[in-house]
């Protein structure tokens, strides 16, 4: 499409449709691109950009997943920020538009294919809406709220294209799949009792009876992992809250489980760990139900730098010539998810780990009446193979 306003130059953009199921045929599929935390300054170069261009060489992403952090509003750590909502707009709004349109940026990324967006701490500050030692912006109530303020309004802007009011889950089926796109971020309390929305809660309900009554595989997703252990009082000041602080995350989990019972297996995917990994869920009474979850993680695309731990990152690496040095191991999921209050125990399995700055593109085939998810992660590194994780069979209700 090219739109040409009098006088000036055209403006071209390709727009495409989301199928509306996933395709028959060996050769075919639906492809989601999921990516998370994008730090343009340790990528000056588009590699990101030109790992993506080569994907599209044989897969074509008919959805781009960004998970959260798709911005760093918070940095550089040692600038000062003005406690001014003006000052803290125009600078929040140039990352934005440096991100969304440059093409040696993030750009070609978020364009690969339609765009879904859920934002997580960085798209604000770190551990939003909590106070964080480093930003003294977000030392008092009234700086926490110019900064929000300024920050909510360049996300509603540049990250949200539904049609559905800012923070509302998005919901869309391609069949046999249902997806649930839930912010779990904007609208959290600084009490720790909610990260979602009474209309969330709603929305979530509805959606898992949705994929019971039509026989849906649920795809869900969220800026954090579920399977986070639950931070500490110093964990959660110093560094980040986790799903598992909120008291409503006992009611996300209970209607994640009436899926598995009720309506098919689930598929859960996120970013923000700066690793990536690939885990099954098996509930210990799977003869029973017969159901199971998978999670995929994919984060980062460009590692956000660490003032001091860089650079001894940087000086471990020259004398061990270790890969990726700066960016944390991935890890094991806990062999055992037992949430509070729920009926089910998960037995965890870890099938795959993945270091360094990555995308990953998730294949999904049908197999008869089931869907084949093919996970491939591709490091943002030029000369760099994928690495194909072995495949998995979702399986809807009957």
């Not at 964080?132 to 009234?142: D, F, G, I, K």
Request: proline letters at 7%; glycine letters at 8%; a negative charge.
């Amino acid at each position: 499409m090219e739109v040409r306003l009098d006088g000036g130059n055209p403006i071209s953009t390709e727009l495409r449709i989301m199928p509306r199921e996933v395709p028959e045929g060996l050769d075919a599929s639906f492809n989601v691109l999921l990516t998370s935390c994008f730090h343009w300054e340790e990528d000056t170069g588009g590699v990101v950009g030109e790992i993506v261009d080569d994907i599209r060489k044989v897969y074509q992403p008919d959805l781009v997943l960004a998970a959260g952090d798709q911005v760093y509003l918070d940095l550089p750590t040692l600038k000062n920020f003005h406690d001014d909502l003006p000052w803290l707009a125009e600078k929040f709004e140039q990352d934005y538009v440096r991100n969304w349109t440059e093409e040696n940026t993030y750009a070609r990324v978020l364009s690969a294919g339609p765009l879904i967006c859920v934002p997580d701490d960085h798209d604000y500050w770190n551990n939003y809406p909590l106070p964080a030692p480093h930003l003294q912006n977000t030392w008092t109530e009234e700086g926490r709220g110019r900064w929000a303020l300024a920050a909510r309004r360049m996300c509603e802007a540049f990250q949200h294209y539904d049609s559905t009011p800012f923070g509302a889950p998005l919901q869309f089926d391609v069949e046999p799949l249902s997806f649930f796109i839930a912010d779990t971020r904007t609208f959290r309390t600084p009490d720790l009792k909610h990260m979602m929305t009474a209309e969330t809660v709603q929305a979530l309900a509805a959606w898992v009876s949705h994929c019971a009554e039509h026989g849906r595989i649920g795809i869900f997703s969220t800026g954090q992992s579920l399977l986070m252990e639950k931070p500490s009082l110093f964990g959660r000041t110093m560094e980040d809250t986790e799903l598992p602080n909120y008291e409503d995350f006992g009611v996300l989990m209970k209607e994640l489980e009436r899926h598995m019972r009720e309506a098919g297996d689930l598929l859960l995917l996120t970013g923000d760990v700066h690793w990536g990994r690939v885990t099954s869920l098996m509930p210990t009474d799977s003869l029973l139900s017969g159901r199971q979850a998978y999670e995929i993680i994919s984060s980062p695309s460009s590692l956000v730098s660490t003032a001091g731990s860089d650079q001894f990152a940087w000086l471990r690496q020259r004398f061990s010539g270790e890969a990726w040095a700066r960016h944390p191991k991935a890890s094991e999921a806990p062999p055992l998810f037992a949430p509070p209050g729920l009926r089910s125990r998960f037995q965890v399995h870890t099938e795959h780990l993945q270091r360094g700055n990555q995308v990953c593109l998730l294949s999904f085939q049908r197999r008869g009446g089931d869907v084949e998810v093919t996970p491939r992660y591709f490091p943002i590194e030029r000369g760099a193979a994928p690495v194909t994780v072995k495949p998995f069979l979702l399986r809807h209700g009957e």
